[in-house]
């Protein structure tokens, strides 16, 4: 049985908060795994945490979400200043190399962090990072994430996490004539329809813009000592996410890792959703235990 222990760190424009669980017995040399996402905090990766009991695994919730509150009152926010985040992290549960799994916008914020401290990760798993700059139909994705992040300035809630789920599940390239499609019904996913004046939400808000922007340097990234494993979820293809994820590995000259299940594959019941946490989990030890 793993203990956990909690703690905070100041940082530029935040304190963040992290969580480390440690096994009762010998972990026998393995790296610390440290498991993030993006807006999805460390409440998310409760079930995947529970098959690695027999390592020291460290988790974190970001930068305007869960634990850690922003302090500087920022509206957006940066993979950059998210990598800067998991860097002190790293370097308060001890400085690394940690094996990194990365989920969604996390995986975005490991690309950046490998970029530019690439000596501070042995292994990074990157799953299904949403960098639409890489597509060939990147303009059309850029501008649906543009319009769902106006939308909710504009409207609130609902409506833009309609936009988003619709976006999210759609397979195959994105129409130049996207704009003419009909706005999907925010009721249709049990959303609301009223828009309740908050804008706080880390999705829609403060990550939209920069995570789905970002363009990973390719060049820092092979030049970077930490293998590069590049995932998508077998039921994933076609969808933005997981098409981004092939187009990096092509670009790395890697070969695109398939994991079970889909973008949240690794869950097993976390915010209601469950995708195959057993088959994820086994083929995440499989994949960090194969040597560079």
């Keep these: 049985m793993a203990t956990t222990g909690t703690q905070t760190l100041d940082a530029p424009g935040a304190t963040l908060t992290y969580d480390v669980r440690r096994p009762d017995g010998d972990t026998d040399g393995a790296r610390p795994?440290?498991?993030i996402g993006s807006p999805m905090d460390a409440a998310g990766f409760t079930t995947l945490a529970g098959h690695f009991a027999d390592r020291t695994?460290?988790?974190?919730?970001?930068?305007?979400?869960?634990?850690?509150?922003?302090?500087?009152?920022?509206?957006?926010?940066?993979?950059?200043?998210?990598a800067d985040d998991v860097r002190r992290v790293i370097e308060a549960v001890g400085g690394g190399p940690v094996d990194l799994f990365a989920s969604s916008g996390g995986a975005v914020n490991?690309?950046?962090?490998?970029?530019?401290?690439?000596?501070?990760?042995?292994?990074?798993?990157?799953?299904?990072?949403?960098?639409?700059?890489?597509?060939?139909?990147?303009?059309?994705?850029l501008g649906v994430c543009e319009d769902i992040h106006a939308t909710y300035l504009r409207q609130?809630?609902?409506?833009?996490?309609?936009?988003?789920?619709?976006?999210?599940?759609?397979?195959?390239l994105f129409p130049d004539d996207w704009r003419d499609e009909p706005a999907p019904d925010?009721?249709?996913?049990?959303?609301?329809?009223?828009?309740?004046?908050?804008?706080?939400d880390a999705l829609l808000g403060q990550n939209m813009i920069g995570c789905?922007?970002?363009?990973?340097?390719?060049?820092?990234?092979?030049?970077?000592?930490?293998?590069?494993?590049?995932?998508?979820?077998?039921?994933?293809?076609?969808?933005?996410?997981?098409?981004?994820?092939?187009?990096?590995?092509r670009s790395l000259?890697?070969?695109?890792?398939?994991?079970?299940?889909?973008?949240?594959?690794?869950?097993?019941?976390?915010?209601g959703q469950t995708g195959a946490p057993e088959e994820f989990a086994h083929t995440l030890r499989e994949v960090l235990a194969e040597t560079a």
């Excluded at 695994?57 to 998210?82: I, L, N």
């Design 57 to 82: 695994v460290v988790t974190y919730d970001p930068r305007g979400t869960g634990r850690s509150p922003r302090t500087d009152g920022a509206a957006r926010t940066t993979p950059e200043e998210h």
């Design 110 to 141: 490991a690309l950046a962090l490998v970029a530019r401290h690439g000596d501070l990760v042995a292994t990074l798993v990157a799953h299904e990072p949403p960098a639409a700059p890489v597509l060939p139909d990147r303009e059309a994705v």
């Design 33 to 35: 795994l440290l498991l």
């Design 253 to 271: 000259n890697i070969p695109l890792t398939v994991f079970p299940s889909h973008h949240g594959g690794f869950l097993g019941g976390e915010y």
């Design 186 to 200: 925010p009721a249709a996913f049990g959303l609301p329809t009223e828009d309740d004046g908050s804008r706080d």
């Design 212 to 249: 789905t922007a970002f363009r990973p340097d390719t060049a820092a990234l092979k030049a970077a000592p930490t293998r590069l494993v590049i995932a998508a979820g077998k039921e994933s293809e076609g969808e933005f996410p997981a098409r981004a994820a092939a187009e990096i590995a």
């Design 156 to 172: 609130g809630m609902g409506p833009a996490m309609a936009k988003f789920i619709a976006a999210a599940g759609r397979k195959g």
